[in-house]
């Protein structure tokens, strides 16, 4: 855990697998709000998924591998090895037990999740628990979404630093440097028999060769 005064900021994520595009907008988010660390939480295989091309203790090792040579990054096991099912809520209730309810929780998540949200378990509590701090992602905008675009504007937090302040509470809308990648297609171009290389840490694909996952 962090020093107790610093905000505690996590990405969850199904990171199957995990690529540049989790790890670069984790990085400039630490950097952004010049955080000792930020955790990735991978959560447990949504039970709809069909054919997973490999196991939730394989997801997280990999995001393990990723951030081993990365102080600023760290791998959360909460979810994955919870026997609990993997919400959101469990692991926002879970982590503010930990923090106490002073310290500051940011949720990072991509517009694209953050355009989903509705369809989550109960995510009008969320903000009770955390902040949420909602990145840029190439294809994805508020564009008619009037839903959460209110709701950004209804919560928006003044800066980085009123994210400081305050427990939970607010959404901030952050820029990144615009990254294409996403799992899916790393999946599938794994399927075809096509190189994954350079959109994700090479360690990360050596694994999934030795393992041979997503069909390889
Ligand atoms: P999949 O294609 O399987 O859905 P994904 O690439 O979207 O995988 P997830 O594990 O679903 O990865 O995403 C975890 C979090 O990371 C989400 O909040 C998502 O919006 C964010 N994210 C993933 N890829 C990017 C990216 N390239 N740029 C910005 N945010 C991203
Ligand atoms: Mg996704």
Redesign the pocket.
């Known amino acids: 855990m962090m020093p107790d005064t610093e905000p505690f900021v996590f990405?969850?994520?199904?990171?199957?697998p995990?690529?540049?595009?989790?790890l670069?907008?984790a990085l400039e988010i630490q950097q952004w709000l010049d955080l000792p660390q930020l955790c990735l939480i991978?959560s447990k295989m949504p039970v709809h998924r069909d054919e997973p091309g490999c196991t939730s203790e394989q997801r997280l090792a990999m995001v393990q591998i990723a951030v081993a040579d990365e102080p600023r990054l760290c791998a959360d096991d909460r979810e994955i090895l919870s026997d609990k099912p993997s919400y959101s809520l469990l692991t926002l209730e879970s982590l503010r037990e930990e923090l106490g309810p002073q310290r500051s929780l940011c949720m990072?998540?991509?517009?694209?999740?953050?355009l989903g949200l509705p369809n989550w378990h109960r995510w009008e509590r969320f903000l009770d628990l955390c902040h949420i701090i909602v990145?840029?992602?190439?294809g994805?905008s508020f564009q008619d979404d009037t839903q959460m675009r209110n709701f950004s504007d209804r919560h928006a937090a003044q800066s980085a630093e009123t994210l400081r302040q305050m427990p939970a509470g607010r959404v901030l809308l952050h820029e990144?440097t615009?990254?294409?990648?996403?799992?899916?297609?790393?999946?599938r171009l794994i399927a075809k028999g096509d190189s994954p290389r350079y959109l994700m840490p090479d360690a990360v694909w050596d694994y999934i060769q030795t393992n041979r996952l997503y069909g390889f």
């Open positions: 990405m969850g994520g199904t990171f199957d995990v690529h540049n595009g989790h670069r907008t991978p990072v998540m991509g517009m694209d999740a953050y990145v840029t992602r190439p994805y990144l615009p990254l294409g990648i996403s799992a899916t297609q790393i999946r």
